[in-house]
């Protein structure tokens, strides 16, 4: 199943989406007790759909490639991008359930708990793929979920000499083998951990670089905004203090905004700066795409927001940076 055909785009993502179900509660419950819910709501998300529509908003050129089911939900998934602009090409899995999500949201944190069910035969495969909705594109996104169509992808993207960035979260079997075509893989604060064993970011994100020779590695830290490691020094950006009322997609448009960011040739502190805001601002509506704000409100928090603390000192960035190697310039 496809829709309009665009070449060439400026983002390409390859990954899943979700049709969630958003659940908003007074607060979170305990086991065996009853709480009314504020309100339930259907929203679509999913990490690199996500991404791809916050980067269609900003007026980005962009194309998804994602696997659907035959339900009600893959519906509306196909109206929701269609809704949006975005060039979607769309595998349709007969008989199958499209990925779907309960979310609840706790109404005075704003943090949320995802409840999941994905079907694997709508897990995207090599042989859906078509090398020509690759081809042209700025920058290809992927997710860490379908490893080896993602690998499939990024191998192309590889060959093409378009950067690949990569989100990830959990450690999904062969998820190593696509990293070797990763160049900018930023991923959930504990994703690192699971991979390397080592829990201190400061450590685990230049041995992630060193061993599969991505450009550009780096986490999200919820709150506390994000760090990178390139090489010779770490990126620091504290995270902005908004008012928070549910966080799903916040990571998912940090990777659209950085993908934003690559595209318009940004330095990596603009793009990491931009990113972090964009995530911020997603986390003042309600699902994965319902804060997804404009360039002017992004540019606002940038130059006037409040940020928060410092997950690291400037001492503790440099004395790590020596120890992998880097110029021990650590940059806040």
């Not at 920058?139 to 993207?157: C, E, I, K, P, R």
């Not at 509506?285 to 940020?307: F, M, N, S, V, Y």
Request: hydrophobic share 40%; glycine share 10%; charged share 25%.
């Amino acid at each position: 199943m496809t829709t309009r055909t665009e070449s060439p785009v400026d983002v390409v993502g390859v990954g899943i989406n979700a049709t969630d179900t958003i659940i908003r509660l007074p607060h979170f419950p305990t086991l065996d007790s009853k709480v009314e819910l504020l309100a339930a709501e259907r929203k679509a998300g999913g990490q690199t759909a996500s991404a791809v529509v916050a980067c269609q908003r900003w007026g980005l050129r962009t194309r998804y490639v994602g696997k659907i089911g035959d339900d009600d939900a893959a519906k509306f998934q196909v109206n929701e991008m269609a809704r949006e602009g975005v060039d979607a090409q769309w595998i349709a899995a007969p008989g199958c359930m499209s990925q779907s999500a309960y979310i609840l949201v706790d109404q005075q944190s704003g943090e949320r708990t995802v409840l999941w069910k994905r079907d694997p035969l709508i897990a995207l495969q090599p042989q859906d793929l078509r090398r020509e909705w690759i081809e042209g594109a700025r920058v290809l996104l992927v997710d860490g979920h379908d490893t080896a169509a993602a690998t499939q992808a990024a191998s192309w993207a590889h060959e093409e000499k378009i950067p690949v960035l990569g989100d990830f979260d959990n450690r999904y079997p062969g998820v190593e083998a696509l990293l070797e075509y990763v160049d900018i893989a930023i991923t959930s604060k504990d994703f690192p951990e699971r991979l390397t064993g080592e829990k201190n970011l400061l450590k685990s994100l230049p041995k992630i670089r060193a061993d599969l020779k991505c450009r550009l590695t780096g986490a999200t830290i919820g709150r506390l905004g994000a760090i990178l490691w390139d090489g010779a020094r770490f990126y620091l950006c504290p995270g902005f203090r908004v008012r928070t009322v549910d966080t799903t997609g916040a990571g998912d448009i940090f990777h659209g905004a950085f993908a934003y960011g690559i595209v318009r040739s940004w330095p990596l502190e603009a793009t990491l700066e931009f990113s972090c805001a964009a995530a911020g601002l997603n986390c003042e509506g309600h699902g994965a795409r319902g804060g997804i704000a404009t360039l002017i409100e992004i540019d606002r928090l940038r130059h006037r927001g409040e940020r928060s603390e410092l997950a690291y000192s400037q001492e503790d960035l440099v004395e790590a940076a020596r120890a992998a190697g880097g110029t021990g310039l650590g940059t806040v």
